[in-house]
């Protein structure tokens, strides 16, 4: 019997080390398939276009909204984010687990349409710990991180929507974390249940 794949969906403050935390567990787990968004922001330093977003602009995005092709899209600090519905639903019907990173808002229409979905918020151990990130990044200017740690005190109300918690204290304890919520997910007995039904 060919399992559907588990869609993870993953959010969490800006500055808490999300990127560092996927490339470790892509790095243990490439079976695991890393769902690339589609962004009307420029480029970081060092991203690459399909690695790390699918950068295109406004209006293509805008003709992808009209065609329907996204699972859900936001907008962020004033750029569009958005999922591709075919790439996720192609990937789960062959069994393929899917990594979803997406800001909260995102994270609530995916949950809408997908209950299934597990949804995991990635949290610094305090947010003072997360203000001394934003500034050790060296990316962002003052006043832009002021709006970053501003916007992550508003999503810090919707972490109560998500069902599982990561503490990104370290890398390596975080990915732990994760990988334990994976192995829990995987022993539902929706999941396994056939191994014993008409015995």
């Keep these: 019997m060919n399992q559907k794949g588990t869609l993870i969906v993953l959010s969490g403050f800006s500055g808490v080390g999300k990127n560092t935390v996927i490339t470790q567990v892509l790095a243990q787990r490439p079976d ?12 970081r330093e060092g991203e690459v276009d ?21 699972l859900e899209y936001a907008e962020y ?9 075919k790439v996720i639903r192609d990937n789960l019907d062959r069994g393929t687990d899917v990594l979803l990173e997406i800001e909260v808002k995102g994270a609530a229409a995916v949950m809408a349409k997908m209950p299934e979905a597990v949804s ?6 305090s947010f003072d710990e997360l203000s001394k990130r934003l ?18 005190r508003q999503e810090a109300k919707e972490v109560k929507n998500y069902e599982y918690i990561v503490v990104n204290d370290t890398v390596d304890h975080a990915v732990q974390e994760f990988f334990s919520i ?11 249940i056939h191994l014993v039904e008409g015995v």
Excluded: W
């Design 120 to 125: 995991v918020f990635l949290v610094p151990p």
């Design 182 to 192: 994976l192995t829990a997910e995987g022993c539902r007995k929706e999941r396994r």
């Design 77 to 85: 600090n004033g750029n569009f984010y958005g999922t591709s519905m």
């Design 50 to 70: 399909g690695v790390n977003y699918n950068f295109v602009t406004r209006e293509d995005f805008q003709a992808r909204i009209a065609r329907g092709e996204f």
């Design 135 to 152: 500034h050790a990044r060296g990316t962002d200017d003052e006043e832009t991180i002021q709006k970053r740690l501003a916007i992550a």
């Design 32 to 43: 695991i398939h890393y769902s690339v968004s589609f962004t009307t922001r420029a480029p």
